[in-house]
């Protein structure tokens, strides 16, 4: 197995944190369609809290990305045999605001941003033409998706005591020790 690509997975997915490389493009077409559910989650949650309406459509505009992104992998998937699956998601309810700026800096700040680094590499160096086509949009829409990552994690950081900043860095901090 190799290490499934970032992404923004929503809490009550059943996601493993390796994808077996051949089944690879599988792997990322249920991560994408995880990753719709988990923007429409944060939209909601931003909303509840307050968020500036920029973010909230940010959020929204995410969800639709990654439903493009699913589409694009489950057609690589399929040139190559592979049969996406479906990803069970169980139903949460709106986090607080600092369970909302922890999710946000693992899945967003750390994932997001992995997965925006894989894309890019995957968009110049793939061997398959295909392959680099989907990979320049998804990575284009990733990196997209760090920003709003960032921005939010100024937005809800501002708004949070010391010790609750400190723990979405550790937070952070931890994600980025698993992922590389």
């Known amino acids: 197995t190799m290490p499934c690509i970032g992404g923004r997975r929503p ?10 490389e051949r089944a690879y ?24 809290h307050g968020a500036p309406r920029s973010l909230v459509e940010r959020a929204l505009r995410s969800a639709g990305e990654e439903i493009r992104h699913a589409k694009l992998a ?21 986090p607080d605001l600092e369970a909302l700026a922890i999710d946000n800096a693992r899945e967003g700040m750390v994932r997001e941003a992995f997965g925006a680094l894989v894309a890019l590499q995957q968009a110049k160096h793939a061997e398959d033409a295909d ?47 698993v992922v590389v």
């Open 131 to 177: 392959v680099r086509d989907a990979m320049k949009r998804i990575a284009r829409d990733e990196l997209a998706h760090a920003r709003l990552a960032r921005d939010i994690d100024a937005w809800a950081t501002g708004r949070l005591g010391a010790r609750e900043r400190r723990r979405v860095v550790e937070a952070r901090d931890m994600a980025r020790a």
């Open 11 to 20: 809490d009550g997915a059943d996601l493993g944190p390796d994808v077996d």
């Open 25 to 48: 493009f599988a792997g990322l077409a249920a991560l994408e369609a995880a990753s719709v559910v988990a923007f429409l989650d944060l939209a909601e949650a931003l909303d509840a």
């Open 74 to 94: 489950a057609l690589l998937a399929r040139a190559r045999n592979e049969r996406p699956s479906i990803v069970e998601i169980r139903p949460t309810e709106t």
